[in-house]
């Protein structure tokens, strides 16, 4: 007789630092939050699965820590969520200039500029942006460009007054 424990809603280990819990589901909880302490772990039993580690208190401040694809489990780079994440925050962004004016960015993982996140080239017509290309590179190596995202910045006289965008390359549902 094999024996195992059954939960139905989580674990929870009550220890000297307070309580940690063990919880399952479906949802991405870094998406749509859940509620659990700091350093806690969820399981989702969907899409891939995914390991999640609790890292703020904020219901959705959960971190990918492994995902499935197939049969083996990714780990290396980055995950798409840190990913999507660095978007929002810090990163090392460089500026090109040419003629005193911003002709691209580049946003990287950090100083070293070894991981590329995305690359945005902006087209001026007499000294005012007009359209953009933004490239985002895969969250693996940081080499491969996964989606590219052109606008068309409308203007009337001197303001803007609408972006036009297109997005192509989109590439494992990014």
Known sequence: MTNYLNAKNGIEILHDDGLTQILTGIEDPSIFGKKADV?????????????YNKTTSLDTGW?????????????????PVQHIALHNGN?????????????????WLDSTKTYHISSTALHRMAGKVVS??????????????IATLSGIINRVGNRV???????????GGY
């Open 132 to 145: 953009f290309e933004k490239r985002i590179y895969d969250y693996e190596t940081g080499t491969n460009v």
């Open 161 to 171: 007054v609408s972006i036009q965008y297109e997005r192509d390359n989109l590439i």
């Open 91 to 107: 990163k090392y962004i460089e500026y090109n200039r040419v003629a005193n004016k911003v002709v691209s960015e580049d946003e």
């Open 39 to 51: 350093g806690s772990i969820y399981l989702r039993t969907i899409s891939g699965g995914g390991i």
């Open 63 to 79: 971190t990918l820590i492994a995902s499935g694809i197939g049969t083996s489990v990714v780990c290396s780079g980055i995950t």
